[in-house]
């Protein structure tokens, strides 16, 4: 089985519709794929009927990537099969996705300071009608030539959380996200944890106190993280007791990763879906669960 337990549509900061995403697992020969936007499921029903429409094998997961924060670094938790409609982590989405455009908006107003041409019109262009973030300011950098990559606009020179033009956001703490999505049925799932490219990581000893909290599992083969990594986190799943899981966190065009890239294990799979109880995979017609 080839199963991929992060990815991102337009719904958030992906460039794929919901329905191009799910058609472009298919595609890419994938039996299992989670949508998991930005603290965000609206991209959900539009992915869900097109699996209806469509004659595959392919099992859709239901999920968000979380924004949180603790020890003042960011940290991201992917959940897994929630109730989508549990009023409290709800609310707290959104929290965040309200926090967004203010936050995108001061973001732009410190470029245009350090005399960069960019403008909100641009960036609104860009995220169309999915959730504002950095990634459209850096697909924005991108287009005006100021940076060659997305990836090169995430540096200390821009938008990394310690960069010139970083803006604080309202961010979950990842112990309250840990309790809410198990509230909701959901299971919690850290994603690319020592993503060192992208800033700041948490320390190990946050990873640990994480677990105690009751966190599921640790995302271990991302492209962020290169093979002593993985092997250092393996090692510190193993101690805890977490899963490990691997994906791609597609992003469409955004990024040069392709769907499938990086998988997860199908027993893995298997305890994630036996410990969910607020959601449940939903298989193509050609397929099952």
């Known amino acids: ?10 719904a958030s900061d992906g460039t794929d519709t919901p329905a191009e995403l799910v058609r472009n697992a298919v595609a890419a020969g994938l039996d299992v794929v989670a949508l998991t936007d930005h603290d965000t499921t609206r991209g959900h029903a539009e992915a869900l009927k097109t699996l209806a ?8 997961v239901t999920g968000a990537e979380l924004s949180c924060r ?4 960011s940290l991201h938790m992917l959940a897994y099969l929630f ?32 005399g960069v041409a960019i403008t909100w019109e641009q960036v609104a262009r860009i995220a169309g009608d999915g959730s504002i973030g950095r990634p459209h300011v850096a697909s924005a950098l991108v287009e005006l030539g100021v940076v060659d990559s997305v990836d090169e ?10 960069g010139r033009v970083h803006v604080p956001r309202h961010e979950l703490n990842p112990f309250d996200a840990i309790r809410l999505v198990k509230a ?14 992208r800033g700041a990581v948490v320390a190990e000893s946050a990873l640990v106190r994480l677990a105690e909290a009751g966190l599921d599992g640790i995302e271990v083969d991302h492209m962020n993280h290169d093979e002593p990594t993985r092997a250092r986190l393996r090692g ?10 691997g994906s791609s966190d597609y992003h469409g065009s955004r990024k040069t990763v392709r769907l499938g890239e990086y998988s997860t294990d199908p027993e893995i799979y298997g305890e994630i ?16 669960a």
């Open 1 to 10: 089985m080839r199963i991929d337990l992060h990815t991102h549509s337009t």
């Open 70 to 73: 603790t020890d003042g670094v």
């Open 184 to 197: 909701a049925g959901g299971v919690t799932v850290v994603a690319h944890p020592l993503a060192v490219t």
């Open 236 to 245: 510190l799943a193993a101690e805890l007791g977490l899963l490990t899981t």
């Open 153 to 162: 606009a995430f540096s200390s020179q821009w938008l990394s959380d310690h």
């Open 273 to 288: 879906v036996r410990r969910a109880s607020g959601a449940f995979p939903v298989p193509g017609t050609g397929g099952h």
């Open 53 to 60: 429409d469509l004659d595959t094998g392919l099992t859709l």
């Open 83 to 114: 109730d989508a409609d549990e009023p409290e982590l709800l609310r707290q989405r959104e929290l965040v996705r309200d926090d967004r455009v203010p936050r995108a908006r001061a973001m732009v107003a410190k470029l245009q300071e350090l």
